[in-house]
């Protein structure tokens, strides 16, 4: 019921290498990904930093500088992140990903007269599906 809040401990900047390695990953996860891939994880230009959260989690974040209100951005949009200790196994796309490429990952349809009950927090079930 009462959720500790997490903070960031740790903010890199991230190596070439590791972009290579993320994107590799991203794209044997996400193949629907490669279109888009460079703007979401670039190679040469960009920053991409690694946040690493007081809850165990890894956060990739596209550092873009600027924010709406014309402050600086001191996190960026994150666009993938992963659960404790499985940042080499899996790792899954944030909405800022998802705007960027909304085919990576297949879209799921239900009623309308379901909708209020999702919404509410019940469990997507489909009879023969989930």
């Known amino acids: 019921m009462f959720r500790k809040t997490f903070r960031v401990q740790k903010s890199n900047p991230m190596r ?3 972009r290579k ?3 590799g990953l991203v794209l044997k996860l996400y193949p629907a990904a490669e279109p888009e891939i460079d703007r979401m994880i670039p190679i040469g230009e960009g920053e991409v930093l690694v946040l690493k959260l007081s ?3 890894t956060v990739w974040s596209l550092n873009v500088g600027q924010t709406a209100q014309g402050g600086l951005d001191k ?9 404790q200790h499985e940042e080499d196994k899996l ?5 800022y990903s998802l705007w960027i490429e909304p085919n990576m990952m297949p879209a799921m349809f239900t009623h309308a007269e ?3 009950y999702i919404f509410g927090g019940a469990d ?5 599906v989930l």
């Open 16 to 18: 070439s290498t590791d």
């Open 21 to 23: 390695k993320l994107r």
């Open 55 to 57: 809850n165990k989690c």
């Open 75 to 83: 996190f960026g949009q994150p666009m993938f992140f992963a659960a």
């Open 91 to 95: 790792v899954y796309p944030t909405v």
């Open 114 to 116: 379901v909708s209020p």
């Open 124 to 128: 997507l079930m489909m009879a023969g």
